[in-house]
């Protein structure tokens, strides 16, 4: 499965498949924390998947300095990335970064680093679950 070489995808290509990893993600978290109403989860999950949630986790993982060099790179590409679709509900910038935010969880899943993967995924439900992270 993990045969696609994430190395020479596009940005977008990165955050297509990201966007459904980290979906994936949240989803699972709100379903362990015992939430069944479905628009209970689709509430919830708002905090966590929305562009204005991805920009206010962006500028977080910025302020603490968490991501590592290979990881800024391929959030980059996925916010450079020149898109054809326009921002719904949101600004360009704020857009973009949620494409980078994106593009790098599709490069985590895509290069195997489940650990990664996991360990920045626990970030962001700390940081959104304290209340550190305000979208």
Do not use: C, P
Request: net charge positive; no cysteine.
């Amino acid at each position: 499965m993990h045969n696609l070489n994430y190395e020479q995808m596009n940005g977008l290509a990165l955050a297509y498949i990201g966007d459904a990893i980290y979906e994936l993600e949240v989803r699972q978290h709100l379903l362990a924390m015992g939430l069944t109403k479905v628009n209970d989860l689709q509430k919830r999950s708002k905090h966590y998947v929305s562009a204005k949630a991805h920009a206010a986790i962006f500028q977080r993982m910025s302020d603490d300095q968490i991501l590592f060099e290979d990881e800024l790179i391929y959030f980059k590409r996925g916010r450079n990335a020149k898109s054809h679709t326009k921002a719904k509900n949101t600004d360009v910038v704020t857009y973009r970064i949620s494409t980078g935010i994106e593009a790098l969880f599709g490069y985590l899943y895509l290069s195997n680093r489940q650990k990664r993967l996991q360990t920045l995924m626990a970030w962001i439900f700390d940081e959104i679950e304290t209340g550190r992270i305000k979208k």
